[in-house]
């Protein structure tokens, strides 16, 4: 009976989704920096003409590129020299982050404060990247980023167009302390879920779509583990350091599939991995919140 109550909830909420008429169009800035990647003859200066039509757009991308876990050995001053160093994938990677969380940002309220969210994306999108590096899987690296960047983008659908089941979710997580299954009992839903319908609707790749997805529980993703699971592992860490939290994550629990996953010989192997980050994200985050 339980179940079948559930997914009445969740066909109700879905069906809800599928009515929606103004969902947010991908950002075109993303359609034009795609468009101009297909190119065989792009330029690093054809690209930072495109990109640099949007200010805001190229202070974040110079901001974040010089943020302490992102990684580069040096100062990043220009659009130009940023995409020499990081490259086209990697600028591509910021652009759709950034963009995406800027069409989607919603208005601060009583129950919800984007900086929060920005702050902490951030640092899970960074932190991810960094241990990407850490544990041997460079090239998943700016996959990383804009998976941690874009994980929780569910919520801003989740307040603009539920709003009063927000304010219910809210209210009653601050009790149970478990944001995740107060999603589910009011819509049958979670956050993960509504991200990974906007994401499919935009037709982003496949792996960020799971990023998205399965941030909670990595041990439910059918494709692309291990990068699910470092970006658990990160959105995990910023809630048991207390570092840039954000409340979606209230009642966190780590997945101890990622255990096996990232090739940890036991818990407390990984306890100790963990522990060797924790003044870094500290780091991170009085640097974050300069920005």
């Given amino acids: 009976m339980l179940s079948e109550l559930m997914e009445d909830k969740r066909k109700k909420t879905k069906l809800k989704l599928d009515g929606i008429r103004n969902l947010p169009s991908i950002p075109k800035v993303i359609i034009e920096v795609s468009e101009l990647l297909r190119k065989d003859n792009t330029t690093a200066v054809a690209l930072a003409q495109c990109i640099g039509k949007d ?3 190229t202070t974040k991308i110079l901001s974040i590129s010089n943020s302490p876990l992102y990684g580069l050995q040096r100062q990043v001053s220009s659009l130009e020299f940023a ?3 990081l490259g086209l994938k990697e600028i591509s990677q910021l652009v759709t982050s950034i963009s995406i969380s800027g069409v989607l940002k919603q ?3 009583e129950h919800f404060k984007f900086e929060e969210l920005w702050n902490h994306s951030l640092l899970v999108g ?3 990247k960094d ?13 990383a980023f804009v998976g941690g960047m874009l994980h929780d983008m569910g919520i801003q659908l989740l307040i603009k167009y539920f709003s009063v089941e927000f304010k219910s979710i809210v209210n009653a997580s601050l009790a149970s302390e478990n ?3 107060q999603e589910l009992e009011e819509l049958g839903l979670t956050h993960q879920d509504m991200g990974a319908y906007l994401a499919t609707k935009w037709n982003l790749p496949d792996s960020l779509c799971s990023s998205i997805q399965y941030h909670h529980n990595p041990n439910k993703a059918t494709s692309d583990n291990i990068l699910v699971s470092i970006i658990h592992l990160t959105d995990y860490m910023s809630q048991l350091f207390n570092v840039a939290p954000f409340f979606g994550d209230g009642g966190f629990e780590l997945d101890e599939s990622i255990i096996d996953t990232l090739n940890f010989s036991s818990r407390e192997e990984l306890n100790e991995f963990i522990e060797n ?5 500290i780091d991170a985050e009085q640097y974050i919140e300069t920005l």
């Fill in 131 to 143: 241990i990407c590096r850490q544990l041997g899987y460079p090239e998943l690296g700016a996959d």
């Fill in 126 to 128: 960074t932190g991810a």
């Fill in 107 to 109: 208005s601060s309220n």
């Fill in 55 to 57: 200010q805001g757009l």
């Fill in 179 to 181: 944001f995740l299954n």
């Fill in 277 to 281: 980050y924790k003044e870094q994200f």
């Fill in 83 to 85: 995409i020499v160093v």
